[in-house]
T-cell receptor, first 113, second 111 residues
Framework: DSGVTQTPKHLITATGQRVTLRCSPRSGDLSVYWYQQSLDQGLQFLIQYYNGEERAKGNILERFSAQQFPDLHSELNLSSLELGDSALYFC????????????FGQGTRLTVV | TQLLEQSPQFLSIQEGENLTVYCNSSSVFSSLQWYRQEPGEGPVLLVTVVTGGEVKKLKRLTFQFGDARKDSSLHITAAQPGDTGLYLCAGAGNTGNQFYFGTGTSLTVIP
């Protein structure tokens, strides 16, 4: 158990819909990272928040957005879903900024039908 | 984007054999990490290497960072079924604000 909690574990939704994935970081960790893992693209970094502020952006689509709340939990919002958005979405957390050890949650498996 | 290519993509070996997984790039990384991911789980960090030429050992696993900090290898001695999983390398970008993950090597160790 990494200490990072992601909900829900599985999500099935239709194209065009909007979903919210939730992440609770390890106690004391200030950074939250979101990743997308698919068979053809591998593990892709989406976005990072540190203590409530966006710190880094990767390959995140404009249809996707995220935020980190004062209690440090984070949400990833995916809208206007397409079939190609089906993937595993991971949240990771770390104590500090980059170059510190990051702990991954178990992921949310999103299936868009 | 700084790309990391891993080879082989798939590896199936018998218990007790040795193996090496490679992680190569044309980019220089300030540090490199190796993770193992088991089915249904998130990646788990195994090691971080930061100095060109650095070698780190973790029981039966030996990690090496290339002198030019563009490549790395993971060598497993006497593989066990518990080593089965997806091995991912990840390099820290030059701007220091993200890790770029490799394409992954799926290892199966047959008892």
């Amino acid at each position: 158990d990494s200490g990072v909690t992601q909900t829900p574990k599985h999500l099935i939704t239709a194209t065009g819909q909007r979903v919210t994935l939730r992440c609770s970081p390890r106690s004391g960790d200030l950074s939250v990272y979101w990743y997308q893992q698919s068979l053809d693209q591998g593990l892709q970094f989406l976005i990072q928040y540190y203590n409530g502020e966006e710190r880094a952006k990767g390959n995140i689509l404009e249809r996707f957005s995220a935020q980190q709340f004062p209690d440090l939990h984070s949400e990833l919002n995916l809208s206007s879903l397409e079939l190609g958005d089906s993937a595993l979405y991971f949240c990771a957390s770390s104590e500090g900024n980059w170059d510190t050890e990051a702990f991954f949650g178990q992921g949310t498996r999103l299936t868009v039908v | 984007t700084q790309l990391l290519e891993q080879s082989p993509q798939f590896l199936s070996i018998q218990e007790g054999e040795n193996l090496t997984v490679y992680c190569n790039s044309s980019s220089v990384f300030s540090s490199l990490q190796w993770y193992r991911q088991e089915p249904g789980e998130g990646p788990v960090l195994l090691v971080t290497v930061v100095t060109g030429g650095e070698v780190k050992k973790l029981k039966r696993l030996t990690f090496q960072f290339g002198d030019a900090r563009k490549d790395s290898s993971l060598h497993i001695t006497a593989a066990q079924p518990g080593d089965t999983g997806l091995y991912l390398c990840a390099g820290a970008g030059n701007t220091g604000n993200q890790f770029y993950f490799g394409t992954g090597t799926s290892l199966t160790v047959i008892p």
